[in-house]
């Protein structure tokens, strides 16, 4: 019940494109929904997060839409750029004893 | 400000062997979290610390345990080294305990032959 689902695994999306990376949670009692991106050699950092009480959040080219009833959030990155070829983790918090589930991450790769 | 500082950066040791990984917050954070990351299993949460106590733990042997100072600054042992415990360790820290926005560190990579 403390899974957060993330798909696809990897992504190639052409210059200018739109990314979309989406996540599924089980447990309903997550209140907090953070996105983090990752370069390599680098730990996470993050992106952007939600909260259930809204559908979407945008900063910038980043927007995350959230479906409360779907149990489903994703997030969607606008005019891809090769600076956006990194790996992005889903994460849901509250709830439990942990402190934050991660999903399992996307490979984004963004070609000129 | 200064981010969050990991060291050492990189680590080699043998099975049965004991690691211990320091982590320095940001100044003022009071929260450190740790996590594994692996390429099969993610990134998996072990544990966090706020005012020296243990306040979360995930689902860990207790081959692996951490302690936290009263500067904030914590560390992470773990004991009897398997190979398996190859990982990404990476740390992070928040303002306060519970604190849904973390900054993590580079993370120590630890290989164990």
């Known amino acids: 019940q403390q899974q957060v689902k993330q798909s696809p695994q990897s992504l190639i999306v052409q210059k200018g494109g739109i990314s979309i990376i989406n996540c599924a949670y089980e447990n309903t009692a997550f209140d907090y929904f953070p996105w983090y991106q990752q370069f390599p050699g680098k730990g996470p950092a993050l992106l952007i997060a939600?909260?259930?009480?809204?559908s979407e959040k945008k900063e910038g080219r980043f927007t995350i839409s959230f479906n409360k009833s779907a149990k489903q959030f994703s997030l969607h990155i606008m005019d891809s750029q090769p600076g956006d070829s990194a790996t992005y983790f889903c994460a849901a918090e509250g709830g439990g004893y942990q402190k934050v589930t991660f999903g399992t991450g996307t490979k984004l790769q963004v070609i000129p | 400000k200064a981010g969050v500082t990991q060291t050492p950066r990189y680590l080699i040791k043998t099975r049965g062997q004991q690691v211990t990984l320091s982590c320095s917050p940001i100044?003022?954070?009071?929260?450190v979290s740790w996590y594994q990351q692996t390429p099969g299993q993610g990134l998996q949460f072990l544990f966090e610390y706020f005012s020296e106590t243990q306040r979360n733990k995930g689902n860990f042997p207790g081959r692996f345990s951490g302690r936290q100072f009263s500067n904030s600054r914590s560390e992470m042992n773990v004991s009897t080294l398997e190979l398996g415990d190859s990982a990404l360790y990476l740390c992070?820290?928040?303002?306060?305990?519970?604190?849904?926005?973390?900054?993590f560190g580079p993370g120590t990579r630890l290989t164990v032959l």
């Open positions: 992070a820290s928040s303002p306060q305990a519970g604190g849904v926005e973390q900054f």
């Open positions: 100044s003022g954070h009071r929260s």
């Open positions: 939600i909260r259930p009480d809204v």
